[in-house]
């Protein structure tokens, strides 16, 4: 059976993709030799401390304001993590996941291709 696919994937979908992807960046980072080991502690404790810590700028006894400052704190310090970490070293990484990219079946069916009508003569 020949499926394809003729709408984009949902924006939360696409966003959950993202994330998925950013995160298997920082993974991969953390786990990289050629990574400062200062910066490899430094902004995970501190992101941590601020997390667990009792003292927030929104307390977390604020419904949903007071968890949304902490992921807020979480999705800075993951972005200062890689803008920190050596440009060359993180598109390496990007590269290497892009290629090792697992593909579904549902991906190798789709054809991008422009095409135009022509009308043909009635004789």
Known sequence: MNR???????????SLTEIVRYFRLIWRLLNDKRISPWLKTAIPLM?????????????DVI????????????LLATRLFIELCPPS???E????MGSAS??????EDVIDAA???????KS
Do not use: N
């Open 4 to 14: 394809t696919r003729s709408t984009p994937l949902p924006l939360w979908r696409a």
């Open 47 to 59: 992101t941590a401390f601020y997390v667990l810590l009792p003292i927030d700028l929104a307390p």
């Open 63 to 74: 419904p949903i304001l007071g968890q949304l400052d902490d992921l807020a704190i979480i």
């Open 89 to 91: 070293i993180v598109q």
């Open 93 to 96: 990484h990007l590269q290497r």
């Open 102 to 107: 697992a593909k579904t079946p549902l991906d």
């Open 115 to 121: 095409y135009r009508v022509i009308e043909e003569e």
